[in-house]
């Protein structure tokens, strides 16, 4: 095996045994997003459907995983089922450091068990263990079982899970990492569903020596590092009030969305703000692996059960995107409430910004009439907590035909019951920045379809010379420069201290130096790669549109230039077809 | 001298930091096992964390334990270990009684030294040196 060949695990689900494969090169697929393209590429199916049982789910880390502070995140790749193409999504928690002591760079899902299975992976055991019994159970009741189910290794295990809504197939069923992280977008929940894989427990259940050719240069640049991560300020506004301190700052910008996108802007917004919850429901902070960070914010959730003063408490993480989906794009401007609403939502193992969209637009076309009472079966009103409750169950399980429609996504609900025009849905539901065109036109064609592909939500507010030609190359650039961070696997919070300077430097400490030396190339090739598989498996920018809804938005800086959105779109257009051309014709 | 205490592991986020700077510096190996402290989350992630970590006791069981010599009782708490002297036999480990002793898949011990290189790392002061207080120096492993 080449030192510079990523060790791969592949249990094939239906023989409930595992394979030890060593792929791909770090010089060239770098890890993480590369290195999911790659096996993708390799053991995907383009032309068959997300659901057949050959195509594979990957998990993949990077070359510096477990090396260095905040490289602790992992990338799924599949085949969505939200669109049929080839997807990417990202998650922290222990799973990062699980894989890397485990020994694998990558693991890979491929067939389909018999019968429904947890999957256990580490240095010195691959099984699977029947989990029949846990069909059916919400992602609490999973996580609680597996810990019993597969005892020890305590702190060093990451356990995966899905709920109800990866097994009745949503288009956008995700997956549970160690109660607070998830590979939230897109629908790998289901495609473990449609595997019949319930859980996954990765142990980190051995050791590596220090890297490279002079560890006490390792040790010392390591020791930067971590005060580069932790001494500056650099890092507050993602420990302190976290993300939720977007909340106030954007709903002034007139960019949050609010109410199925048809306000920007609230005075109630500050009943969500960042500054509410750390005051009233903050209870603590929690970590991924090998973070010192500690971006989670855990709020409490208090409820009362019966009369007499009987509560239940619950743990529930939120940050901006939680508190946009199931706050303010369904009118709960109350923070409790919308904690309670999150928690429902990881109950049912549900994309929890899809999930709110698809709600909100449900309510608008109820109250137009488009939807029937005996439909949506709940009073669905923009506020109404205990509706929304009742419809996330619904949703999770499928009760009926217009939940399960709803569950493949808000558009193809729109599409059968009326009312495309107010789907906020960008490729897939919106994210909660409506801060403009160049983000409406990212957005609505990026490789994930997410606010985290390139900083256009950031290019919206600081440039406004409308130069379409200038927006499209800050894309592109911008998705390259995130390309090394995903391939790596950094957590993204980390880019301004991961500069290019800084990453070569620590490949070159754990023995990578022609990747340090070559790491553009290889960013431009993982660029390319990725976009090739997505139009592989069917992808059509050309088809992609923006709904009515985001025309209509007025933001701080005006109303809407549909010639300047049309232009960014057609340029970022033809850039993705040229990016993703097949090898040799680009 | 000082020991290591995990006196507010009620602020612990789980970045493992601690271990892996234990392993890294003392051990010399990336891993958050083979390490004198190690962190683990008390039933899921929402019943917080705890340090498994030598309490530094005086006369230490797992000292006397020790066919060799190779561990001996540390000025102020705890042990030493000389590693050139162990036969990995596990005696140590158990011993322990709080289980703060990892043999790794060879038999060789891990355990807190009480060196204090691992506190720079924790984000929220939920270790520290500390010396001994008076009244638990025999026999006792008291916290406050």
Same mark, same amino acid.
């Given at each position: 095996?080449? *030192? %510079? %060949?990523?060790?791969?695990?592949?249990?094939?689900?239906?023989?409930?045994?595992? /394979?030890?494969?060593?792929?791909? *090169?770090?010089?060239?697929?770098?890890?993480?997003?590369?290195?999911?393209?790659?096996?993708?590429?390799? #053991?995907?199916? $383009?032309?068959?459907?997300?659901?057949? $049982?050959?195509? $594979?789910?990957?998990?993949?880390? !990077?070359?510096?995983? !477990?090396?260095?502070?905040?490289?602790?995140?992992?990338?799924? !790749?599949?085949?969505?089922? #939200?669109?049929?193409?080839?997807? /990417?999504?990202? %998650?922290?928690?222990?799973?990062?450091?699980?894989?890397?002591?485990?020994? #694998? *760079?990558?693991?890979?899902?491929? !067939?389909?068990?018999?019968?429904? &299975?947890?999957?256990?992976?580490?240095?010195? &055991?691959?099984?699977?263990? *029947?989990?029949? #019994?846990?069909?059916?159970?919400? &992602?609490?009741?999973?996580?609680?079982?597996?810990?019993r189910a597969f005892p020890g290794a305590s702190g060093h295990r990451s356990i995966m899970r899905i709920g109800p809504a990866g097994e009745t197939l949503s288009a956008y069923g995700c997956i549970n990492v160690d109660t607070f992280r998830h590979f939230g977008r897109l629908g790998s929940g289901s495609v473990m569903g449609v595997k019949n894989v319930k859980a996954i427990v990765v142990s980190g259940d051995s050791d590596l020596p220090l890297p490279g050719p002079d560890p006490k240069a390792y040790g010392k640049l390591f020791k930067k590092v971590y005060e580069d991560m932790t001494a500056t300020e650099m890092m507050s506004k993602y420990h302190n009030l976290g993300t939720p301190g977007n909340v106030i700052p954007i709903n002034e910008l007139k960019s949050l969305p609010i109410r199925n996108l048809q306000q920007t802007t609230d005075p109630d917004a500050v009943g969500i703000s960042g500054e509410k919850f750390a005051a009233d429901l903050l209870i603590r902070n929690a970590a991924c692996a090998g973070c010192p960070v500690g971006c989670i914010h855990v709020g409490m959730l208090r409820e009362q059960f019966q009369d007499e003063h009987r509560f239940q408490i619950r743990q529930v993480s939120y940050d901006h995107e939680l508190i946009f989906a199931l706050g303010s794009m369904v009118g709960v401007m109350d923070a409790s409430g919308a904690l309670a609403l999150m928690d429902e939502v990881e109950k049912q193992g549900l994309d929890a910004m899809s999930a709110g969209v698809a709600l909100a637009w449900a309510t608008e076309a109820y109250q137009k009439g488009l939807l029937t009472k005996e439909q949506v079966e709940y009073d669905l009103a923009f506020g109404n907590v205990d509706a929304y409750k009742e419809a996330i169950w619904c949703l999770g399980h499928g009760k009926n035909e217009f939940y399960r429609a709803l569950a493949q996504g808000a558009m193809v609900a729109a599409k059968k019951f009326g009312g495309e025009d107010f789907a906020c849905v960008l490729g897939q539901e919106m994210a909660g920045y409506a801060t403009g065109e160049t983000f409406f036109a990212s957005q609505s064609l990026s490789f994930r379809h997410s606010h985290l592909d390139t900083g256009a939500y950031g290019y919206d507010q600081k440039e406004h010379d409308k130069n379409a030609d200038k927006a499209v190359k800050y894309f592109v650039d911008d998705e390259r420069e995130r390309v090394i961070l995903t391939s790596l696997v950094s957590c993204l919070f980390a880019r301004g201290v991961y500069k290019k300077g800084l990453l070569a430097e620590c490949l070159t400490s754990v023995g990578l130096p022609d990747l340090a030396a070559n790491l553009d190339k290889a960013a431009d090739e993982m660029q390319r790669l990725r976009w090739r598989m997505r139009l592989s498996t069917g992808y059509e920018p050309e088809k992609t549109s923006v709904p009515k809804r985001f025309l209509e938005v007025e933001t701080w800086a005006g109303k809407m230039d549909p010639g300047y959105l049309d232009a960014v779109r057609a340029g970022y257009i033809k850039a993705i077809r040229e990016l993703g051309a097949p090898r040799g014709e680009s | 001298m000082k020991i290591l205490r995990a006196t507010r592991m009620d602020r612990c986020i789980g970045c493992h930091s601690c271990s892996l700077a234990c392993a890294r510096q003392v051990h010399k190996k990336v891993s958050w096992r083979t390490a004198g402290i190690r962190i683990k989350s008390s039933g899921g992630i929402t019943t917080g964390f705890e340090a498994n970590v030598c309490l530094g006791c005086e006369p230490a069981p797992c000292a006397a334990a020790c066919p060799t010599g190779a561990y001996s009782q540390r000025k102020g708490g705890g042990v030493l270990v000389k590693m050139k002297l162990c036969i990995r036999c596990g005696q140590c480990a158990a011993a322990c009684p709080v289980d703060a002793i990892y043999l790794d898949d060879t038999g060789v011990p891990y355990v807190c030294i009480h060196c204090g290189q691992c506190v720079p790392y924790c984000p929220h002061d939920c270790i520290e040196m500390r010396e001994k207080p008076e009244h638990v120096c025999v026999g006792g492993t008291c916290d406050v």
């Open positions: 095996m080449s *030192d %510079a %060949a990523f060790r791969v695990c592949i249990v094939h689900l239906d023989e409930g045994k595992g /394979e030890i494969v060593s792929f791909g *090169d770090k010089n060239l697929h770098i890890g993480g997003s590369g290195l999911a393209a790659a096996l993708f590429e390799k #053991y995907g199916l $383009p032309n068959e459907s997300w659901s057949h $049982p050959d195509q $594979p789910l990957i998990f993949a880390i !990077g070359c510096l995983t !477990g090396y260095f502070p905040l490289m602790s995140k992992v990338v799924a !790749g599949f085949k969505s089922p #939200y669109h049929d193409q080839y997807a /990417e999504s990202h %998650a922290g928690g222990r799973l990062a450091l699980a894989m890397r002591f485990a020994g #694998y *760079d990558a693991i890979v899902l491929r !067939g389909r068990a018999r019968l429904p &299975v947890a999957v256990h992976v580490g240095a010195r &055991v691959i099984e699977t263990k *029947d989990a029949n #019994y846990l069909w059916g159970a919400n &992602v609490f009741t999973t996580g609680r079982v597996i810990r | -």
